[in-house]
Nanobody, 117 residues
Framework: QLQASGGGLVQAGGSLRLSCAAS????????MGWYRQAPGKQRELVAR???????NYADDVKGRFTMSRDNTKNTADLQMNSLKPEDTAVYYC?????????????WGQGTQVTVSS
C-alpha cells in the first residue's frame, strides 16, 4: 500500500529526493513520513507531515531536509539537501491513520540512501 522511490548513492553535500505514494481505501490518513535505520541502530523518525501540514523533523536534519505532502494524491516527498555520510541508512516510508475506527500504521519497503565522503 506504500510505494517508495528515490534513494541511491550520492557524495557528501549532494541531494536526493525520496517519494512515497499511498494506495489506501476507506482510510483516513494522519501522518505521512520517513524513518531511517542505519546498520546496528534503531529505526528513527526523520520527518513527518500531518494532513494539515504540520511537520516534525529530527534535530540532525533540520534545515537540510524538507518534507512535503500532496493530500489529493496521497503522496509525501522528502527533499534531502546537504547530505552527510551519517545520513546513510535504509529509509522507510510510513503512514498512520484510521480505518473502521481503528488506528493503524503501515510501512513501505525500504530504500537505501548512501552518502559517500
Amino acid at each position: 500500500q506504500l510505494q517508495a522511490s528515490g534513494g541511491g548513492l550520492v557524495q557528501a553535500g549532494g541531494s536526493l529526493r525520496l517519494s512515497c505514494a499511498a494506495s489506501v481505501t476507506r482510510f483516513r490518513i494522519g501522518f505521512m513520513g520517513w524513518y531511517r535505520q542505519a546498520p546496528g541502530k534503531q529505526r528513527e523518525l526523520v520527518a513527518r507531515v500531518s494532513t494539515g501540514g504540520m511537520t516534525n523533523y529530527a534535530d540532525d536534519v533540520k534545515g537540510r531536509f524538507t518534507m512535503s505532502r500532496d493530500n489529493t494524491k496521497n503522496t509525501a516527498d522528502l527533499q534531502m539537501n546537504s547530505l552527510k555520510p551519517e545520513d546513510t541508512a535504509v529509509y522507510y516510508c510510513h503512514l498512520d491513520g484510521w480505518a473502521g475506527g481503528k488506528f493503524k500504521n503501515y510501512w513501505g519497503q525500504g530504500t537505501q540512501v548512501t552518502v559517500s565522503s
